[in-house]
Structure formats: C-alpha cells, structure tokens
C-alpha cells in the first residue's frame, strides 16, 4: 500500500522555502548596495539609474556596464574596483587621478 502525500505540508513547505529564497535575494541586493557605495545615492537618484539600465538598449553600453561588475566582483570590492582605472561616470581616469590610483 502506498503512503499518502500530505499535499498541505509540502506546499507549506514550498512556500517557506520560496520566501526564504526571496529574503536572500533581497538581502544579497542591499549588501550589493552598500558594497559598491551606491547606499550614499539619494534613493530616488539610485532607482532612476537602475531603470535607465533596466530600459537601455544598447548592447555595448550593457556590456560595459557588465565588464566593470565583473571587475568589482574579481577584486571584492570598490577599493578594488576603483583599481581598474575607472571613474565613477563611466569612463577611464585621465590625468592626476590615474597617477593615484
């Protein structure tokens, strides 16, 4: 005779594991935050530049956007990051900047 599944109990159980995975997620994205100095950001400053992200479609500029978080991730933080020889608009430093960094 076969055991009967307690469908109750296991969609319980989905549903904590999925709320569990949803407050990981949320948390990992504030520590994005404060881990890349965007947490100084006025939130509305910060929430219009993560919808110009969201809606741009160029590609180059996303693959840009892609390669300087790979490099922030690589070196494990902003001190690292601002390394690499970027400024924080965008571009390359030039000048007195590149010579201290």
Do not use: H, I
Request: net charge positive; glycine share 12%; proline share 1%.
């Amino acid at each position: 005779m076969r055991k009967v599944r307690d469908y109750d109990a296991e969609l319980k159980a989905l549903g904590d594991k999925a709320r569990a995975l949803k407050a990981k997620k949320v948390q990992q994205l504030g520590e994005l935050v404060t881990s890349t100095g965007a947490d100084a950001l006025d939130p509305d400053m910060l929430a219009g530049v993560l919808l110009a992200a969201v809606g741009s479609a160029n590609a180059e500029e996303k693959e840009a956007w892609r390669s300087r978080g790979a490099a922030f991730f690589q070196g494990r933080g902003r001190k690292a990051w601002r390394r690499t020889g970027c400024d924080g608009e965008g571009g390359k430093q030039t000048g007195a900047s590149e010579e201290q960094a």
